[in-house]
């Protein structure tokens, strides 16, 4: 009997054993770390500012930083700034250490981010920046581990900022002297907003910065990127639009934006003519057979907006220098009255002014017959396109863009960006003259992708060939950008042609009769 309870006994222990090995065995067993260190600076040039030298943006350890480490794109490492080996007094160089899950080996290349990239909810202060948005990288190429430092190519990972610092001073475009004390700040660049500014107390942040309407922002850099500004002073929005702007990663830059207060118009709500004024910004359809104009001197939003115009109307019709621009997501139709002798967005009267189209939104524009979608009517009239998806049909006998019939003319033609597709009506170029039109200025290609298509009969870029010998168009020239001409290239012979040696699939003929192929 007692040695079947003893058989019993060692049973039950020997199957205690088995469930006790196999819980210990399905256990996870915690990862394995080793502590590294890594020599790091932040240089003189390229780091956060902490205090502004020119434009230099000088800066130091101060031991709160946190530093991840990447290969490739896995995390294996989190740094922290040893304060032990600051270097006084610059203190730029100190020593990283922390955990790694992962030992570099000879060959690897190792990325170090230091703290993050968000630039959302700033205070419009120094302070504010040098602690919350010092955002650097650093790269280094291992060539091995020796007494528990990382040791590499480079000696040493020398961080370098990954942002700009911008002085904005913001007034009121209609009255210079105002300095404007915005309650919040955002900056977009064309694909989205890059930076944002809340204060919670202006009036704190104003006497820090030490002048009404100056706000510090971190941006990330930006190279030729059209910028919005969008200010909420009190109960109002302010907005400002530049083109080809650029900041470079750990520079200081002093920005001035004189900004138009915006007032939103439904134009379906009108019952009659309207005149846009400056910080306007226009959505809805205009019915019935009114006319829409935009005064000289004005900046004009089109934010959703449509007027197909009606009887001896043009789509809009530019009365001097003005800027539309076009919202961000946004989709605008303008087209001029139906057979008649009409602009889809043309500027009159007589003077030197400029038409600028800027922005990343939509338009669609075109014309009644013999005048061009966008254009102008006289030599002093000029259009800038620095941006916006835009597509510009001539009426017959109209270009795409450029000058209206029978002896009239328009400036220079100057595209920097964008998506344009120019259409020319029949006997009409695509961006240049019209049928019997006279002359047009320069024509430049900057920058933008665009597509230009003769109209039937006529050339893709300048002077349409019904107009024999009369017509003149000075240089047309391509300097950037992607330009694709459907039809020939043709001048008068006592002006020159400029390509820059760049093939735009385009043809180049100079005989007064030259058909392209339809």
């Known amino acids: 009997m007692k040695t079947k309870y003893l058989l019993g006994a060692l049973a039950a222990l020997s199957l205690l054993t088995v469930f006790s090995c196999t819980k210990e065995n399905n256990q996870t067993p915690e990862p394995e770390t080793s502590t590294l260190s890594i020599k790091a600076s932040k240089d003189v040039i390229g780091t956060k500012a902490l205090e502004l030298n020119g434009n230099t943006l000088n800066a130091m350890w101060d031991g709160s930083e946190s530093v991840s480490v990447f290969k490739n794109d896995t995390q294996i490492g989190v740094l922290t700034p040893d304060l032990t080996t600051l270097v006084d007094p610059a203190k730029l160089s100190c020593t990283l250490s922390g955990p790694f899950s992962t030992i570099p080996a000879d060959g690897d290349e190792l990325t170090l981010y230091l703290n993050g990239n968000n630039y959302s909810g700033q205070d419009g202060t120094l302070g504010f920046i040098a602690g919350n948005c010092d955002y650097a990288v650093a790269t280094l190429h291992v ?152 005064p000289d001197g004005a900046t004009v939003t089109l934010a959703g907006m449509t007027h197909h115009a009606a009887l001896f109307n043009s789509g809009i019709e530019i009365l001097g220098s003005a800027t539309i621009i076009l919202a961000a997501g946004s989709v605008n139709d303008v087209t001029g009255g139906y057979d008649t002798v009409l602009f889809g967005i043309g500027m009159t009267g007589n003077g030197v002014f400029t038409l600028t189209i800027e922005g990343t939104g939509t338009l669609k524009a075109s014309s009644g017959n013999w005048l061009p979608g966008i254009g102008g009517t006289s030599e002093g009239h000029h259009i800038v396109i620095n941006g916006g998806n835009i597509t510009t049909t001539g009426g017959y006998g109209g270009p795409g863009i450029g000058a209206m019939y029978e002896g009239a003319s328009c400036g220079d033609i100057t595209i920097n960006g964008g998506t344009i597709n120019a259409i020319g009506g029949d006997t009409a170029a695509g961006i240049g003259l019209g049928f019997n039109s006279f002359k047009c200025g320069h024509i430049i290609f900057n920058g933008g992708d665009v597509t230009v298509t003769g109209g039937k009969n006529a050339i893709g870029v300048g002077v349409p060939s019904y107009i024999s010998g009369s017509g003149r168009c000075r240089r047309i020239s391509f300097s950037g950008g992607t330009v694709k001409v459907t039809g020939g290239i043709k001048t008068s012979d006592d002006y020159s042609i400029y390509v820059d040696n760049k093939d735009v699939g385009s043809q180049i003929n100079d005989s007064p009769y030259y058909y392209p192929a339809q």
Not at 198 to 221: H, K, M, Q, W
Not at 261 to 284: C, F, R
């Open 143 to 294: 060539t091995g581990v020796h007494n528990g430092q990382i040791e590499s190519t480079e000696g040493r990972a020398a961080f370098e900022n990954q942002q700009a610092i911008v002085k904005f001073t913001l007034r009121d475009k209609a009255d210079d002297a105002m300095l404007l004390r915005p309650s919040a700040l955002t900056v977009n660049d064309g694909t989205g907003d890059i930076a944002t500014v809340t204060l919670s107390t202006p009036a704190d942040t104003y006497a820090t910065n030490g002048s009404d309407g100056v706000l510090y922002v971190a941006i990330p850099p930006v190279s030729g990127k059209i910028l919005t500004l969008t200010a909420t002073v009190g109960e109002d929005t302010y907005s400002y639009t530049r083109s080809a702007v650029t900041f470079l990663q750990g520079q200081y830059y002093t920005f001035l934006a004189k900004m138009i207060k915006q007032n939103t118009v439904d134009l379906s709500t009108k019952t009659g003519n309207y005149e846009a004024q400056d910080g306007d910004i226009l959505t809805g359809e205009l019915n019935g057979a009114y006319k829409l104009t935009i």
